[in-house]
């Protein structure tokens, strides 16, 4: 159920940021790509800012993560995927069509793969391996079908995929905060200093595209970058991403629809390729005696995934809520993906 949920959200999380894509070719017609990035993640603080002011916990409403590792996590996310990714992309999405960006954009899954693997102990089977291989096919295919944008134009794209590879591993780490709040503080941090940055640079008065922009960041930021948070805590960051790399698809479909791009045999077959790469990223099986050392964190959880048996007096089970809680340790084996709880080493194993 905790996967079926998490995959949902990534969908979801990827259908609205693969819009964002030709909507910002529209709006940087109007205002410069800082200014841009800016009012897009200061969009999605504002929408989660009632969303926060409802919460029960009137104490931790707004909190920060209290340990300094995890407020190291929210710093690079902030830097990486706040302040330094859209910048890079809309800087690129300038130099290139709308469609081509959105498919060039699958180079944030190898990102988020390789840096997993090398930097945060990701584990990797064959068989994910194998459907991550099939995305970047995928991806390289439509990338040359769009008529591959200008040297500078691809350059920032694979920039801003790194940048968003830092930031998907950085936020799959992060608990102590829900999701809402990571991205609230993100949306606020990044979205103020790229606003001052952009109006430094190139000084503008607020028009109506600025609302559209806003708007924009709300929904494509704010609900998709929330979403996409619960995601990675239940998936992993790259699988999680492996799912968030349908968004250009979504991108072309509007681009299609709205700024009358065409659709290429090309750009059929590499959906298909997608769609078969990610029933095969689901193949991947994974399961072994491992220990949990003793900790105490908060993160969205239920009690009946084997891993949360603290008692809540009359609440089912099934029952999807966040606060603060201990684990004892525990060594036990059960099929697994690389959650929170679960970002133990392996040693040379690569099955």
């Known amino acids: 159920m905790s996967r079926r949920r998490g995959i949902l959200q990534a969908l979801l999380s990827a259908a609205l940021f693969g819009v964002a894509t030709p909507v910002s070719k529209r709006l940087l017609a109007d205002i410069s790509p800082q200014v841009l990035a800016g009012l897009f993640?200061?969009?999605?603080?504002?929408?989660?800012?009632?969303?926060?002011?409802?919460?029960?916990?009137?104490?931790?409403?707004?909190?920060?993560?209290?340990?300094?590792?995890?407020?190291?996590?929210?710093?690079?996310?902030?830097?990486?995927?706040?302040?330094?990714?859209?910048?890079?992309?809309?800087?690129g999405l300038q130099l290139a069509q709308a469609a081509?960006?959105?498919?060039?954009?699958?180079?944030?899954?190898?990102?988020?793969?390789?840096?997993?693997?090398?930097?945060?102990?990701?584990?990797?089977?064959?068989?994910?391996?194998?459907?991550?291989?099939?995305?970047?096919?995928?991806?390289?295919?439509?990338?040359?079908?769009?008529?591959?944008?200008?040297?500078?134009?691809?350059?920032?794209?694979?920039?801003?995929?790194?940048?968003?590879?830092?930031?998907?591993?950085?936020?799959?780490?992060?608990?102590?905060?829900?999701?809402?709040?990571?991205?609230?503080?993100?949306?606020?941090?990044?979205?103020?200093?790229?606003?001052?940055?952009?109006?430094?640079?190139?000084?503008?008065?607020?028009?109506?595209?600025?609302?559209?922009?806003?708007?924009?960041?709300?929904?494509?930021?704010?609900?998709?970058?929330?979403?996409?948070?619960?995601?990675?805590q239940s998936l992993g960051a790259t699988r999680s991403q492996m799912v968030f790399a349908t968004s250009p698809f979504f991108g072309v479909a509007v681009a299609l629809l709205w700024l009358g791009e065409s659709l290429s045999l090309v750009q059929v077959a590499a959906f298909a390729l997608i769609a078969l790469s990610l029933a095969v990223l689901f193949l991947d099986?994974?399961?072994?005696?491992?220990?949990?050392?003793?900790?105490?964190?908060?993160?969205?959880?239920?009690?009946?995934?084997?891993h949360h048996d603290h008692e809540h007096p009359g609440e089912p089970s099934s029952l999807r809520h966040s606060h603060e809680h201990d684990h004892e340790g525990q060594v036990h084996a059960h099929p697994h993906w690389p959650d929170l709880h679960h970002r133990h080493s392996h040693g040379g194993d690569s099955s």
């Open 100 to 232: 081509s960006v959105s498919m060039l954009l699958n180079l944030e899954t190898t990102a988020t793969a390789i840096l997993a693997l090398l930097l945060f102990r990701e584990h990797l089977g064959r068989w994910a391996w194998l459907g991550n291989a099939g995305v970047v096919v995928a991806g390289v295919l439509l990338g040359l079908e769009g008529g591959q944008p200008g040297i500078i134009g691809s350059l920032l794209v694979a920039g801003a995929a790194i940048a968003w590879g830092l930031d998907n591993n950085l936020t799959a780490l992060i608990d102590g905060i829900t999701p809402a709040q990571s991205t609230f503080w993100k949306g606020l941090i990044a979205g103020l200093t790229n606003l001052a940055i952009g109006l430094m640079l190139m000084p503008s008065t607020p028009a109506l595209p600025w609302v559209f922009a806003l708007a924009v960041g709300g929904l494509s930021y704010g609900v998709s970058i929330t979403l996409y948070i619960s995601s990675a």
């Open 285 to 306: 099986t994974h399961e072994h005696t491992h220990a949990h050392e003793p900790v105490e964190h908060a993160h969205s959880h239920r009690h009946d995934d084997g």
């Open 41 to 91: 993640y200061l969009g999605a603080a504002l929408f989660l800012f009632p969303t926060l002011l409802r919460s029960k916990s009137v104490g931790t409403r707004f909190g920060l993560p209290k340990d300094p590792r995890n407020r190291l996590y929210l710093l690079g996310a902030v830097f990486f995927g706040g302040i330094l990714g859209p910048v890079l992309l809309l800087a």
